[in-house]
């Protein structure tokens, strides 16, 4: 199994930036991709951005050439730099692990994009 731990959340205002991060324990080794997600209240969980261990990127396009998505090391494998965040950014943000056999997900950090 793998465990995974968000941080960095917070309250940011609309033109900053902030960076989260994710913190991986367990069976690390098997993790073939990361991603990041997110859940806006009242709305379903949508893609944000993915990373394979190749390092290739994909975007959703509400965020593309905003956020950055970054493997960092084992024990902290994926964070998401978000420049210019917006109002509409505002959501839990989860990680999410892949490995061939199933995903794993973190329990979430709030980011809140308000003056």
């Known amino acids: 199994q793998v465990q995974l731990v968000e941080s960095g959340g917070g309250l940011v205002q609309p033109g900053g930036s902030l960076r989260l991060s994710c913190a991986a324990s367990?069976?690390?080794?098997?993790?073939?991709?990361m991603a990041w997600y997110r859940q806006a209240p009242g709305k379903q969980r949508e893609w944000v951005a993915t990373i394979t261990n190749n390092g290739v990127t994909a975007y959703a396009n509400s965020v593309k050439g905003r956020f950055t998505i970054s493997r960092d090391n084992a024990r902290n494998p994926v964070s998401l730099q978000m420049d210019s965040p917006k109002p509409e950014d505002t959501a839990v943000y989860y990680c999410?692990?892949?490995?061939?056999?199933?995903?794993?997900w973190g329990q979430g950090t709030q980011v809140t994009v308000s003056s």
């Open positions: 999410k692990a892949a490995t061939t056999d199933e995903d794993y």
């Open positions: 367990g069976s690390i080794f098997r993790i073939s991709g």
